[in-house]
């Protein structure tokens, strides 16, 4: 059993930046593929940046490149998700996930039916 824990949400005004956190359980972290979802209000939920267990691969949506940076620490079995010039836009409920049947140090996923584990969920909102 993995259990994904968020920190980091909160309000924060438009231009400004914010760093979450996710905390996973499991001794093989290090072999989880992790990756950012977000859900705002009446939209579904969307793939933000997702990250190999390697850490050397990453993906963004094209709506967050230049502004965020997703990032693991395999030793403090944390991963993390930098955003920066937030905008009101990015204002959602924001989900780590851990994708624990990845075959090679390479392989990430955008979709959402790959995932095996979900934290519950951290609050981002950006006033303007």
């Known amino acids: 059993q993995v259990q994904l824990v968020e920190s980091g949400g909160g309000l924060v005004q438009a231009g400004g930046s914010l760093r979450l956190s996710c905390a996973a359980s499991g001794r093989t972290f290090s072999r989880y593929v992790m990756a950012w979802f977000r859900q705002a209000p009446g939209k579904e939920r969307e793939c933000v940046a997702a990250?190999?267990?390697?850490?050397?691969?990453?993906w963004y949506t094209d709506s967050v490149k230049g502004r965020f940076a997703i990032s693991r620490d395999n030793v403090k079995n944390t991963g993390y998700l930098q955003m920066n010039s937030l905008k009101p836009e990015d204002t959602a409920v924001y989900y780590c996930?851990?994708?624990?049947?990845?075959?090679?140090?390479?392989?990430?996923?955008?979709?959402?039916?790959?995932?095996?584990?979900w934290g519950q969920g951290t609050q981002v909102t950006v006033s303007s």
């Open positions: 996930a851990a994708l624990t049947r990845a075959l090679t140090r390479t392989y990430y996923s955008t979709r959402e039916d790959d995932y095996d584990y």
């Open positions: 990250i190999s267990w390697s850490g050397n691969n990453k």
